[in-house]
């Protein structure tokens, strides 16, 4: 029982890891922590502007909007990359864990693009142009109603609070993992990872002394 018991857990943890036991490669792990970076440098920046100064606060704004595009991007070419064949292997184990697993990241991968979206929307709807650090970038559509705009407001900031829960859990199963399971989950998003992994699987050397 205790066996079973320890195996869901395993399971458990794994899915929330996101663990679809892909190999990453260098380019797709500096993908990964940049939106890491990204999204929490958004999320803060859009819970603490409210207590800055109204120069600050603007300043704070467009930042957050210059940030959210270079976000939008990196989900883009993140998601081609991991489409484009030979970045995935043979999962080395099948089943409803693993399908799971990639749920977890089509998840965190919808969540995004979907903010990344209603961030557009969000400004444009207001009738205001969107700003890459000073350059504008107007209105493609007619502003909305205020009743509409404020549901745009709304969504956005609920995915938002979405995207930092379900990337928490995320995290905290990553770790749970490493410290507590001591497996390989956080190791394969880690720099360098992959080459100690082929040398660990290279035969060892024979020193044998030639006859």
Known sequence: MALQSDRGLVAATRI???DDRTYYDGFAITLHWLTAVLVIAQFALAELWGFAPRQTRHLMIVTHMSLGIILT???????AWRLMPGHQVRAAEVGWVERASKAVHYLLYGLLAAEAVLGFV???SGNEAMSFFGLLIPPPFAPFSREAHHLVNELHEWIGWTIVIVAA?????ALFHHYVLRDDVLWRMMPGYRARYEEAR??????????
């Not at 991007?73 to 998601?79: D, E, G």
């Not at 859990?169 to 199963?173: E, I, N, P, R, S």
């Not at 290279?202 to 006859?211: L, Q």
């Open 73 to 79: 991007v990196v989900l883009i070419v993140r998601v």
């Open 169 to 173: 859990g995320h995290a905290l199963a």
């Open 202 to 211: 290279a035969p060892a050397p024979d020193h044998a002394a030639p006859r």
């Open 122 to 124: 969000l400004r444009w």
């Open 16 to 18: 929330a890891a996101g």
